[in-house]
């Protein structure tokens, strides 16, 4: 029997991809009709991923503004000098013009279009952001043209202007050039060119519920849209759910107590050998009441089953399957290449299983 090759294979991939990724509820169906779901408890995380680009291709805002300049000076140095070539270089020429583009213009001309991208990019970012964030504002009463700031019926004076100007990036703010969707996030170890790949998986059998893959390095927005997510896949909401401290927040604690969810959810990072995460979150109502509820629980807390319940699901991708590095790029190539990724891992359980 003929096997395909690794380019056979790999094509066959990048043409289906988005059929691929679809196979995942599929899966799931047979996972659920297995007795591998039970819904009892269900754990969120998410994990820094390295993208198929080095973060040594990122260059920052304030860098492109500088490199901008300097590459058009450039250019138009070599302009100038061409202007002012005299007859001498026709004769060293000869059936060419003399004034041909050398190869290293035309590769500086390129690098500076693409920075030049790359920075519109960013400020274009930036302003949707700005504008998504006053419009949040003026829902909350805040002020439109301080939405960081108190309510606007608070009588409380705005704090002092940002230093960066409204609707652009800091001059910190980075772009990778191979590939623009991923962002340099802090992983376990070090910093790394990547996207943050999330996953709702059940304890009976650690089989992935949900997934979702983003270049937001922090955590704390996903916890509803998986839940929703869940939801959705499975038809009905999980009795109890558990997830680290970045994910805690007011608002996520009331969301999961509106979902009906028995909600474990840590308020601060976790001391090596105690029985829940707590301390180090600003103390709110809700988010009090949670670290009193961990604390109480002890080494009995349903927290605990993180451990065996999700954390083991990335060890098994990362370390025992390998995969610790996307192929695709950009976000929709590479959450299709995760969402297949997840698809496989249910795959070997229910194998396992039956």
């Keep these: 029997m003929n096997r395909p090759d690794h380019r056979t294979i790999s094509d066959f991939r990048k043409r289906h991809l988005s059929a691929l990724s679809g196979l995942f509820l599929q899966v799931l169906t047979?996972?659920?009709?297995?007795?591998?779901?039970?819904l009892n408890h269900v754990s969120v995380d998410g994990t820094k991923m390295k993208a198929n680009a080095s973060k040594n291709k990122a260059m920052s805002y304030g860098r492109m503004k500088t490199a901008e300049v300097d590459l058009e000076a450039e250019v138009?140095?070599?302009l100038k000098s061409a202007e002012a070539a005299d007859a001498a270089e026709d004769a060293e020429f000869g059936d060419k013009r003399g004034d041909e583009t050398p190869d290293w213009m035309t590769s500086k001309e390129k690098r500076l279009a693409k920075i030049k991208e790359a920075r519109a990019a960013l400020e274009a970012e930036a302003k949707a952001k700005s504008e998504n964030?006053?419009?949040e504002a003026a829902k909350s009463g805040k002020d439109p043209e301080d939405p960081d700031g108190p309510p606007a019926s608070s009588g409380k004076k705005r704090g002092p202007k940002p230093k960066t100007p409204e609707g652009m990036p800091s001059n910190k703010t980075q772009r990778n050039f191979t590939d623009p969707d991923s962002k340099i996030m802090l992983g376990r170890d070090g910093f790394i060119q990547g996207y943050n790949a999330q996953v709702a998986v059940d304890a009976r059998a650690q089989i992935i519920l949900a997934h979702d893959l983003n270049n937001?390095?922090?955590?704390?927005?996903?916890?509803?849209?998986?839940v929703d997510t869940v939801i959705a896949n499975t038809g009905k909401a999980p009795d109890e759910l558990s997830a680290d401290a970045g994910y805690c927040s007011e608002a996520n604690i009331a969301a999961m107590e509106n979902r009906k969810i028995d909600a474990f959810i840590a308020t601060g990072r976790q001391k090596h050998n105690s029985?829940?995460?707590?301390?180090?979150?600003?103390?709110?109502?809700?988010?009090?009441?949670?670290?009193?509820?961990?604390?109480?629980?002890?080494?009995?807390s349903p927290y605990r089953l993180r451990k065996q319940t999700v954390e083991p699901v990335f060890g098994q991708i990362?370390?025992?399957?390998g995969f610790r590095q996307f192929l695709m790029r950009g976000i929709e190539n590479v959450s299709a290449e995760w969402a297949m990724i997840c698809t496989v891992h249910n795959i070997l359980k229910l194998a396992k299983a039956t």
């Design 30 to 38: 047979l996972c659920r009709k297995a007795g591998l779901v039970a």
């Design 318 to 321: 990362k370390h025992a399957r």
């Design 216 to 226: 937001y390095a922090a955590d704390c927005t996903q916890l509803v849209p998986m």
């Design 133 to 135: 964030k006053k419009a």
């Design 275 to 300: 029985p829940a995460a707590d301390g180090g979150r600003a103390k709110t109502p809700k988010t009090e009441e949670m670290r009193k509820r961990l604390r109480e629980g002890g080494y009995e």
């Design 76 to 78: 138009a140095r070599w």
